[in-house]
């Protein structure tokens, strides 16, 4: 059968242009046609330049679309401004080939390596029980350290995801632990550190918690609580002290300061990068979208523009293999 063989024959799935139509197709699993029946079958990387009306382009159905595209891992390369074959201006316009070529050449370098690596990724906040029916969290969502597992696990890589308690859907092939508190999420972290070659260390863990829980809901009896809180265990510090070979990726979420602080984490949790991103309503905690700056050990910073958390993920898997090649190469000299 033509779809099958075409789809285990080739490596990258190119649609340039791809019509508002195709993109639904796709979108929905509708397989009424050679390159939607193809699309089904193929399982490597997907990479779609969408060129079509300003305003079909921007139209719901097609961003819902595109979301959903986005989410499954496809490479969506945005139309440019300009002139259009239907007379308006606007976003619409098929990407240049430079940039759908150079999108597909970074598809085909992603797509196996990560082979022989374990990489351990940390995802979502931990919950701190106040007493059984409370507790206090934070507003990670966990999409970050989901999109680095996904990443990690489509470039070859075997991963073990330790997860606070989120509503994000487990990626394919990834092995989830689930954790809630703080503690919970140091011993799962440590019971399987020995395999992994990479940690990634994404998860919001809450600084604070309450060392004895009450046994019993606590009633509103008072006309004030006071809360004493105790520091939990902080997980990428004491990974940072037994390190070993493997490499070390944090994060810092703030909302001020971010090259300072980032570098400040660097040093003190000695990690190989820390993935820093200010945390803003568009950007951060619970968007699909992020921004951020990765501080390098080697003293390197770069800035990764707004992109999907899922393009985020691949350029931070991207960065970290650079990374290590260049702390060996220094290392031997
Ligand atoms: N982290 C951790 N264990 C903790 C606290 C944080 O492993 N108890 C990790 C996070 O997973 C993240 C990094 O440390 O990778 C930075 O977390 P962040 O909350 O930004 O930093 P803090 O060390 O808590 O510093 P501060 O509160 O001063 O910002």
């Known amino acids: 059968m033509e779809h099958i063989a075409v789809a285990q024959d080739n490596d990258v799935l190119v649609v340039a242009p791809a019509t508002a139509n195709l993109l639904a197709s796709f979108a929905h699993g509708l397989a009424d046609d050679f390159l939607t029946t193809l699309y089904l079958a193929f399982t490597g990387p997907v990479v779609l330049a969408p060129a079509m009306n300003t305003a079909m382009w921007q139209h719901p159905a097609t961003q819902a679309n595109l979301e959903t595209l986005r989410r499954r891992g496809h490479r969506i390369i945005e139309p440019e401004d300009g002139f259009l074959a239907c ?140 809360l004493e809180l105790d520091p939990t265990p902080d997980i990428l510090a004491e990974l940072g002290r037994k390190k070993g070979d493997r490499l070390l990726i944090g994060f810092a979420a703030e909302t001020e300061n971010l090259e300072r602080e980032a570098r400040r984490k660097l040093e003190t949790k000695n990690c190989d990068m820390i993935v820093g991103n200010l945390v803003s309503d568009t950007s951060g905690f619970d968007a699909d979208d992020n921004e951020v700056l990765l501080v390098l050990r080697t003293g390197e910073s770069i800035a990764v523009p707004r992109a999907s958390k899922r393009a985020i993920a691949d350029r931070i898997l991207d960065e970290s293999l650079k990374l290590r090649l260049a702390l060996h190469s220094a290392h031997e000299r």
């Open 87 to 226: 007379g308006t201006i606007g976003p619409g316009r098929l990407a240049e080939p430079e940039r759908i070529a150079s999108a597909v050449m970074a598809e085909l370098r992603r797509r196996s390596d990560l082979e022989g690596e374990t990489v351990l990724v940390t995802a979502g906040p931990t919950q701190e029980a106040l007493d059984p029916v409370r507790y206090i969290s934070n507003r990670s969502s966990g999409k970050m350290g989901y999109a680095l597992a996904e990443a990690a696990a489509a470039r070859g890589a075997k991963v073990i995801l330790v997860s606070g308690p989120v509503h994000v859907q487990a990626p394919r092939g990834v092995a989830v632990i689930p954790v809630r508190t703080a503690r919970e999420m140091r011993t799962a972290v440590f019971e399987n550190l020995e395999r992994a070659t990479v940690v990634v260390k994404a998860a919001a863990v809450a600084d604070f918690h309450l060392t004895e829980i009450p046994a019993q809901k606590v009633k509103k009896t008072a006309a004030r609580l006071t």
